[in-house]
């Protein structure tokens, strides 16, 4: 149980666009999801906390209007890398949280995304 | 500041040998702690959680144990495998559920 799928796993395009990551939790309603940045060989940096149906909550230094995050339904939210630059080339990783108080993070495999 | 530390950076054994992983940490406060295994390429897979009260969790040739008092917890791998190469994370859960990352220990199996 408490499977994350995370889509693509892995995406190639050119600078400027738009690139959206989904992020959805299969057997179980998440009410809270997590993206975290992965740099290589470094751990995982939390950039948002997203509740369903409310706003996504940013951590310091990370910009909002660079990644929007939307957490329409419990059981998925996406994350949209907007006019993306090479700079944005990284893992990207989401997290699902059960209801209910102590309910542990799932993680999901993780998108490669590469900005050419 | 809530930090974890973990030691080795990077550790090579060859298969079949033991080996144990070292995390440090100061969160403060402590819900709980978790070792992830994590595959190049590939999300975080939770191995044991500890809370407050307990010593050792054991999951198969994996044995976590935890010393709230000196804020210490070591990930013991027993008779290594090949597929054991990969990054193992020491994660701590504070009071508000929010959680800290280690760096990570690199781990790599030889035949």
């Known amino acids: 149980g408490a499977v994350v799928s995370q889509h693509p796993s892995r995406v190639i395009c050119k600078s400027g666009t738009s690139v959206k990551i989904e992020c959805r939790s299969l057997?179980?309603?998440?009410?809270?999801m997590f993206w975290y940045r992965q740099f290589p060989k470094k751990s995982l940096m939390l950039m948002a906390t997203?509740?369903?149906?409310?706003?996504?909550?940013?951590e310091q230094g990370v910009e909002k209007d660079k990644f929007l995050i939307n957490h329409a339904s419990l059981t998925l939210s996406t994350l949209t890398v907007t006019s993306a630059h090479p700079e944005d080339s990284s893992f990207y990783i989401c997290?699902?949280?059960?209801?209910?108080?102590?309910?542990?993070?799932?993680f999901g495999d993780g998108t490669r995304l590469s900005i050419l | 500041k809530n930090q974890v530390e973990q030691s080795p950076q990077s550790l090579i054994i060859l298969e079949g040998k033991n080996c144990t992983l070292q995390?440090?940490?100061?969160?403060?406060?402590?819900?709980?702690l978790r070792w992830y295994k994590q595959d190049t390429g590939r999300g975080p897979v939770s191995l044991t959680i500890?809370?407050?009260?307990?010593n050792t969790k054991s999951n198969g040739r994996y044995t976590a144990t935890l010393d709230a008092d000196t804020k210490q917890s070591s990930l013991h791998i027993t008779a290594s495998q090949l597929s054991d190469s990969a990054s193992y994370i020491c994660?701590?859960?504070?009071?508000?559920?929010?959680?800290?990352f280690g760096t990570g220990t690199r781990l790599t199996i030889i035949p």
């Open positions: 997290s699902a949280r059960g209801t209910g108080p102590g309910q542990p993070q799932h």
């Open positions: 057997d179980f309603q998440a009410t809270t």
């Open positions: 997203s509740n369903e149906g409310s706003k996504a909550t940013y």
């Open positions: 995390c440090n940490y100061t969160v403060s406060p402590f819900s709980n």
């Open positions: 500890m809370t407050f009260s307990e």
């Open positions: 994660v701590v859960s504070g009071g508000n559920e929010k959680l800290t």
